[in-house]
């Protein structure tokens, strides 16, 4: 069973999101959370949050949290907020302040697909 958690339009660059998602995407959920904790990177409060979202949607679904396991994390880009920063001879330059979408699925490790072998009967 697949598990989801989203947080939208969070105010942290998808780069900077994306660093922190690559550290703990073969990590157990307990290690993962634990790194989180202690990770001084921008992006790391906001993975605990969804992570943490996530595993309470599969509790809520009557799954164990020892059987959980992080199935992909996806970082993608939001929507930019348009920004100007004042010059001089009243000049600006513009910059985007930009956003990102997390998306978290959670498998449960006990109820994966059976191989094909399995689901003939005739393993290899």
Avoid: C, W
Wanted: charged share 30%.
């Amino acid at each position: 069973m697949e598990i989801t958690a989203f947080a939208k339009s969070t105010q942290v660059a998808p780069r900077k999101v994306r660093i922190v998602a690559d550290l703990i995407r073969k990590q157990t959920i307990d290690e993962a959370l634990v790194s989180l904790a202690f990770l001084r990177k921008r992006g790391a409060s906001v993975l605990e949050k969804t992570l943490r979202s996530a595993v309470a949607n599969a509790v809520s679904r009557n799954v164990e949290r020892n059987s959980l396991s992080i199935e992909r994390i996806d970082v993608s880009e939001g929507p930019a907020y348009k920004r100007f920063h004042a010059s001089t001879r009243g000049r600006i330059h513009p910059y985007k302040k930009r956003t990102s979408h997390i998306r978290i699925v959670l498998t449960d490790n006990k109820n994966q697909k059976l191989s094909k072998g399995e689901k003939d009967g005739t393993k290899s």
